[in-house]
């Protein structure tokens, strides 16, 4: 479902991210596949020197359909980037690389809190992040760092995943599907 990023998985990549409802929402745009290309070789390069934890999203055939990043990492905390290809919106991807994500950087990384900073006009990644149990609003409890980069121009929403509340949130998980198996039993 996840691996590091790749130089060869570059063109597959920028042909779904520059699709017009892909392409506003990603943070690192490129104008050409050349560029592309370039971001691609920094980030890699960034993760080496442990500024940023960066993968690549996959379809159930090893197909690459989008990225999932950790960017600006201070203190065991980074803000969350991620896109997927149009064709692969609405299929429950976001979902399963988040989890996928999430285990690896809580659980392998130690990393202690996930942030989100999502534009306003971006319904898609709102609802997403709504969805998710473990992720709680962060406009009033983290107001000075949101207003860091909230501009007249650009106005954001943030919110936090906390390792304990994410840790709680597998823990359940894992009950409810024990619970399951045994009824089925």
Same mark, same amino acid.
């Given at each position: ?40 070789? +920094? ?11 960066? *993968? ?40 399963? =690389? ?26 898609? $990644? ?11 609003? =962060?406009?009033?409890? *983290?107001? $000075? ?9 650009? +106005? ?15 823990? *359940? $998980?894992?009950?409810?599907? =024990?619970? +399951? ?5």
């Amino acid at each position: 479902m996840l691996k590091k990023r790749e130089v060869q998985d570059s063109h597959a990549l920028y042909e779904l991210m520059v699709h017009p409802e892909v392409f506003p929402f990603v943070r690192h745009q490129a104008n050409s596949f050349e560029e592309y290309l370039f971001l691609t070789k +920094q980030t890699i390069e960034a993760e080496e020197r442990g500024e940023l934890i960066s *993968r690549t999203i996959l379809d159930e055939w090893g197909a690459p359909i989008g990225t999932i990043s950790l960017f600006d990492i201070q203190d065991n905390a980074g803000f969350l980037g991620t896109w997927i290809g149009k064709p692969y919106h609405g299929k429950g991807y976001n979902k399963i =690389a988040k989890d996928h994500f999430f285990n690896e950087l809580f659980f392998e990384l130690n990393i202690e809190t996930i942030f989100l900073k999502i534009r306003q006009g971006n319904i898609r $990644s709102m609802k997403a992040a709504e969805k998710l149990p473990y992720t709680m609003n =962060a406009n009033e409890t *983290r107001k $000075s760092l949101l207003e860091q980069f909230n501009t007249a121009e650009k +106005q954001f929403n943030l919110f936090e995943i906390s390792k304990d509340l994410y840790h709680l949130y597998t823990m *359940r $998980s894992a009950e409810e599907t =024990a619970e +399951q198996h045994l009824k089925e039993a």
